[in-house]
């Protein structure tokens, strides 16, 4: 047996990194030597992403949290960008945050979750004893810097995954109900006040997220 003989092919999922640090999600498959190394393999997504990454000749493919690979992109033909694996870092991966969609306590409370959102949808689940969290709570009042007053209250915010109406059968109250939780009650006009609100700051979300592109 050779020492560059392939034993059988990989496949996954992972992120196609490229040289201007646009970042999409991609299927990969990558032969796995017999001397414990990857060959050559083929990726599959974006057809854009994967033709600028064949531009550029290069990119970095994360084929796993803790294992990057700088790789040469051959060619793109027929939805598949061909690549040579040129160098592979087991360094675990840093994922950039942007929001914390949300958290909460699990398995009775022993545990606490944080699920964190990146730029392009991305999500990160991190789960410790909830007794670490509440000596971290010390730790975040002495290193995060105060706010300012000029600043938007928006960095935060829990991610509504479901919502739904509702109407009570006594009071004369509109509900909203998100991610299962209580009830909120408005009044008819606050409902109205709510909604109109809710139409004029989506309109504005659209029209800067167009502009922005």
Not at 61 to 66: E, F, I
Not at 70 to 96: C, H, K, M, Q, W
Not at 121 to 138: H, K
Request: glycine share 8%; hydrophobic share 40%; with cysteine.
């Amino acid at each position: 047996m050779s020492k560059s003989e392939v034993l059988h092919r990989q496949k996954g999922i992972g992120y196609l990194v490229l040289k201007s640090g646009t970042r999409k999600q991609v299927e990969w498959e990558i032969d796995q030597l017999s001397d414990g190394s990857l060959g050559n393999g083929c990726i599959r997504g974006d057809e854009e992403h994967l033709a600028a990454a064949a531009e550029d000749g290069c990119a970095k493919l994360g084929l796993a949290s803790s294992m990057t690979a700088a790789i040469a992109v051959n060619r793109y033909e027929d939805g598949e960008a061909l690549f040579t694996t040129l160098l592979i870092s087991s360094a675990p991966a840093v994922f950039y945050a942007q929001t914390i969609a949300g958290s909460s306590t699990i398995l009775d409370g022993s545990q606490f979750s944080t699920e964190f959102s990146g730029a392009n949808g991305e999500q990160l689940r991190v789960i410790v004893p909830t007794i670490v969290m509440r000596d971290y709570q010390a730790v975040l009042q002495k290193v995060v810097p105060p706010s300012s007053s000029t600043s938007a209250r928006t960095s935060y915010f829990q991610h509504i995954k479901t919502w739904s109406t509702a109407t009570t059968t006594i009071h004369s109250f509109v509900c909203l109900i998100f991610n299962d939780d209580l009830p909120l009650a408005l009044s008819p006009g606050g409902a109205r006040e709510l909604a109109a609100e809710l139409i004029e700051r989506a309109e504005y979300v659209e029209t800067r997220s167009q502009t922005a592109q």
